[in-house]
C-alpha cells in the first residue's frame, strides 16, 4: 500500500564521500522514494528505519536487513524501497569493492515536516553473495524532499507501487488498475476508446462512475456526450506512471464528482533517470517507440517523455496509431516546498470493430474477429496544462493546484445495424440507412482545487484537520449523426448540445485520535453543480404538421403544432447541491493487525442531456459502506500484506448500457455487497500481488442481477527478476520473468443469460545488460479465444441484404484479442 | 478451525455472488402451421346469397411471424414504418407455404427464438423477399393461391385466384404532407393479431389459419369469368369482390390464431 502520508525523506548519497583515504562511498544512481505504510497511518508517529545494505562490486543491492526497527510496515516499507536502488560501487583506489553500509529512512506522515536526523557512520562488515566486503564506507545523509500523500481512508484504499509489476504486458496505462482488486477492464471502442471499467460490481462504463486523475488533474469529462464523466487514460504513457491509488469506495472527502463506485489517481514518475529510447515490434505490424528523459539531478518528477504508436490491430478494423507527450518539472520553494508544472498533448486516430452477434459466428456468417460496420472508430485529442504548489509553514500544510484541458473527440459506433431508421410519414420513403451514430464532441475544462491541512498535539495524540476546495467549468459542444451505410452522409441529427457546466466542492476534513490506535477521519463535503444546457434540435417531430407546411426529412424543426414557427432551439438551465459525509474507523495496529470500517456518500452529476429547466437534477447518489482488516507481516527479507474486505453500496440511480442510445442510460436503484480478498508479497528477487473479489449486485426494485457486472474476479501479477550466474563482459545480466493471470467469472446479462469466463495469461521475459534491455513480451499466452465483453439486445444486420429482419434480442460481444507477441529493445543513457 | 470458518464464509460469499439472474430467458422453439380440412367444404354468404363452397386448392406463402409484448387493437396501427425498433419478443423468420386445407402440422423450416415472455399479438409476414420494396417477380411471388367451386341456388360457380401484394397494390401517400405514408410492406403484414402466451424452450408454436374466413362476404358471382368459364378474382385493387378477399387475407381477427404446446 502505498498511501498516505509523506515521505519524507529518503537518503540519497552524494558522490565522493570519503570513508578512508582513497575510499569511495557507494553513491546511489537510481532511487526511489519510499511509502508511509498505510496502517501506520493512524498511529501518525515519525519513524527512521536503518537497513544495513550490502552492495556488491556492481553497485547492485545483494543484501538488505533492518538494523534499526519500527514494525513491519515500515520495515518492508525500506526494504522494498532500498531494493530497487542501484548503486555506483564504492571504490578503493580506483578500484570497485564491494560495501555494506547503513541506510537510514525517514517516515513522517502528513503533514509532517521533513526532519531527517544525521546518520552516524556504518563500521558494518559484512558480505553480499560471497563478495568479501573490503571496506567500511560512511555515506552522507542527503534530504530528498516529497509530497504528502493524502491520508488511507480504510482497507479499500489501494495505494499501490507500480515497481516490477510494471513489467507485466498491460495494452496501457489504463491496465495498471488491474493492480487494484475487482476490477475487469473492457473495450468494444476501439484502441482510442477509454475502457470500459467494472470495479466491485458497478459498471462504471468509461468513467461515469470513477473519479480518474493524472497528478491531481481531473480525466472525467463532464458533460461528454458519449458518457458524462468518460475518462480516457490512454494519453498516459504507462512507463511514466510511478504509483496508482484506487480508492474503492467514496470514503475520501477529496473525492469529487463520479466518485461513486471510487476513484483511481495517476501519479507520474521517473525512476530511471537519463535518457531512455525504447522500440517496439510485435503482432498485427504494431511498432511503438518511447522517449524517455530524466535528467540525472533532478527529482523522479522531473522528466519528459514521448510515446508513438501505430497498429494494424488483431482482426478486421482494430487499427490505430497516436502519440502521445508528457512533460513535467518540480522545482523547490523554499525549504520543504515544491511546484510542479505539467504539460500533456495527445492524439490518436483509430478504428472500431464494434461488436458480432455469436448467432453469425456460429453460423460462419461473420468472423470471430470481424466487424459488421467498418466506419466504426474515431478520433481523439487531448491537450492539457497544470501547475501546483505544495508548501509548508509550521504545522501547516498548504496545496494548491490549477488546470486547463481541451479535449476533442469523434467517436462512431454502430451497436444496433439496420433497426432503429423508422419510417416516419412526413419523411420521403426510404429503406433503413444504418444506425451508425457519429458522435463528435470539443470540451473545455478549467479549474482548480487546494486544501490547507493542519495538525496538532491533543490528548497527547496526533490530531488533523484539513479544508479544502475543488472547482471546474466545463464548455461543450456536441452533436449526434446518424450516417448512412450507403453515402456516409449524416441522414438525422439526433443531438445537438452546448453544455456549460459548474462544479464547485468545498469540504471538511478530519483525523481525530482520541486515544492511541483509535483514528476516527472524515468530514463532510458539499457539492454544487450548475447546468446550462443549449440543446441546438429541441423540436423533432411535429404532433399535428399543416399539409401545406410538412416538416420533411429535416431533424431539427422550426414548428411547432399547426405550423406555428418556433426556433428549434431550447436553452435549460438548472442547479443541484449534495451534502457528502464520509468517515473511515481505524483501530491497531495489533501485532500487525489494523481494523477499519468506512462509510460516505458519493455523487454522480446528472447527464446534461437529462436536464430540464429549473427542476432540480436528478443526479445519482451512491451511499457505501465497508469492514476490512490488513495485516502485514515481515519474514527475514519478504515482507506480506494481506486484506479482507466486506462491503456494500446502495446507489440509487444506476446507469445501465442502451444499445439503442450507444450509452448508459439511467435505470432504478441498486445495491451490491461482496467481499475482497488481496496479499502482497514481496521479496529481494519476488514481487507478487494477488486479489479475488466477490460480488453481488441486483435492482432495488426487482431483485434481479444488474448485467453486465462480473460476480467474480480474480488477478494474479508476479515479477521474478534476478542476475543471471554468468556475466557478459563483465557485467551481470539482470534477467525478469514476469506474468498476470486474470479470471472473470460469468457476468450476468438482460434474458437471463449469463458470459463466458474469462481466463487470460500474459507474461514476458525481459533482460537488462547495462544500458540495454530487450523484452518479450506475450499476452494471452494460451491463445484463448475469448468474449471480452458480452451484450444481449436486438440488432439488424440482415436487412441489409434485404432478408428478413432480425429484432428481438441476441448475443453481442467484442473479441478478446488472440495471442501477440512484442519485442522490445531499449537503452539508456546518460543516467546516473 | 480458523481455517474451515475462513473456507466456509468465502464458500458462502461465491455461492451468494453466482445466485440470480437478470430475469427473463432466450429461447429457441419449433413452429407448425396448420390449415384446417373444415375448409374444403363450407357454407357462407355474401350479399343476401348463401353459397356452398368447395375449395381444391388454398395456400398462403408466409416470410415470417414477430411475436410482440404489446397487444394491438386497431388493424394497423403503424404510420409508416414496417415495424418497431422495440417489442417484439420472438421471431421466426423462415419462409413456409402452407397448405391451408391440411390438418396436418406443417413445420417451418427454421426453429423460432426469443424471449419467455408473454406474447399479446403477432405480426404475420406473407410473401418473399424484401418487405418494403417493390419485386420485379409478382407473377411467381404469390402470397394467396387458391381454385374451387362455389354454388349457390342460382348457379355453379368455378373459381381461382391468387394474391400478389407488389405493385399492383401500391398505394399513394395519405397526402402530400406525409409522403412516407403508405409503404408497401403494410400491406405484406397483417400485424396485431391477438394472442396470449409464454414460449419456453422445446415447445412448438403452432400457427393455425381458417380459410374459409377469406371467402367471408365473398359474392362469387360478381367475379368475372374468363374464356374457360372458370371465375378468375383480379389480383389487384380494381375490382371490390377481390379487394373483399384480399382485406380478408389480411384481416387480424378470426383468420389466424397461434397457440404454444409446451414440452
Known sequence: VRAVASILAVLLFSANVAAAPGLIAPTAKTHSEPEYPSPEIAAGRDATVVLLVTIDREGHVVNATVDVSQGPYFDEAALVTVRKWEFFPAERDGVPVAARIKVPFHFAPPPGKIAVPPDPASHEHGKGEGVPVDEHVHPEDVRVVGRTNPTSRGAGDFAIQIGELGQVPRQNATGLMNLAPGILLTNEGGDGHAEQVFLRGFDAREGQDIAFSVNGVPVNESGNLHANGYADTHFVIPELVESLRVVEGPFDPRQGNYAVAGSAEYNLGLVRRGVSARTTLGSFNTQRMVLLWGPKDASTHTFGGVELYRTDGFGANRGAKRASAIAQYEGTVGESGSYRLLATAYGVDYQSAGLVRLDDVRAGRQDFYGTYDVNQGGQSTRFSIAADIESRAKDTLYYQQVFVTARGMRVQENFTGFLLDAQSPVQNPHAQRGDLIDRSISTLTVGGRGFARHHEKLWAQKQEIEVGYSARYDASEATQHRVSAATQAPYKLDIDNQPKLADVGAYIDGALRPIEKVTLKGGLRANLFTFDVLDGCAVKSVRRPLPSNPPGDASCLSQGDFGTYREPVQRRTTASFALLPRATLQVGPFSGFNFTASYGKGVRSIDPIYVTDDVETPFASVSAYEAGIVVGRSFGASSLIARSIFFGTSVDRDLVFNQAEGRNTLSSGTTRAGWIGAVRFGHPWLDQAAHITLVRSSFDDTGTLVPYVPNVVMRSDTAVHHDLPWKLDKKPVHVKFSNGLSFVGRRALPYGQVSDTIFTLDTSLSATWGVFMVDLAASNVLNRQYRLGEYNFASDWQNQNGAKPTLVPARHFSAGPPRSLFLTLGVTLGGS | ?263
Open chain 2, 1 to 263: 478451525m480458523k481455517e474451515h470458518a475462513f473456507l466456509l464464509a468465502m464458500s458462502a460469499m461465491l455461492t451468494a455472488s453466482c445466485i440470480g439472474t437478470t430475469g427473463g430467458e432466450l429461447v429457441e422453439f419449433r413452429a407448425e402451421a396448420y390449415g384446417s380440412s373444415a375448409s374444403r367444404v363450407f357454407a357462407m354468404s355474401a350479399q343476401g346469397a348463401r353459397y356452398d363452397v368447395q375449395l381444391a386448392q388454398a395456400s398462403l406463402r408466409i416470410a415470417g411471424i414477430y411475436f410482440s409484448r404489446i397487444a394491438r387493437s386497431g388493424s394497423t396501427e403503424r404510420e409508416s414504418a414496417c415495424y418497431s425498433a422495440e417489442g417484439y419478443t420472438a421471431e421466426l423468420r423462415a419462409d413456409l407455404t402452407v397448405d391451408a386445407l391440411s390438418d396436418t402440422a406443417q413445420p417451418f423450416p427454421e426453429l423460432g427464438r426469443g424471449l419467455n415472455e408473454r406474447v399479446r399479438a403477432f405480426d404475420l409476414w406473407l410473401g418473399r423477399g424484401p418487405i418494403n420494396e417493390f419485386t420485379s417477380e409478382s407473377a411467381t411471388n404469390a402470397v394467396v393461391v387458391f381454385q374451387g367451386v362455389a354454388s349457390n341456388g342460382s348457379g355453379t360457380f368455378p373459381f381461382e385466384g391468387r394474391v400478389t401484394i407488389d405493385l399492383n397494390r401500391k398505394q399513394n401517400p395519405a397526402s402530400p404532407a406525409a409522403p412516407g405514408s403508405n409503404p408497401i410492406c403494410q400491406q405484406r403484414i397483417v400485424d396485431g393479431i391477438a394472442a396470449d402466451f409464454v414460449p419456453s424452450s422445446g415447445g412448438i408454436l403452432e400457427l393455425r389459419m381458417d380459410a374459409r374466413q377469406w371467402f367471408d362476404g365473398v359474392s362469387f358471382s360478381e367475379v368475372p369469368k374468363d374464356a374457360r368459364g372458370v371465375h378468375v378474382f383480379v389480383d389487384g385493387p380494381d375490382h371490390p369482390t377481390s379487394v373483399q378477399l384480399f382485406n380478408n387475407v389480411r384481416k387480424n381477427r378470426g383468420v389466424y390464431s397461434a397457440t404454444f404446446r409446451t414440452p
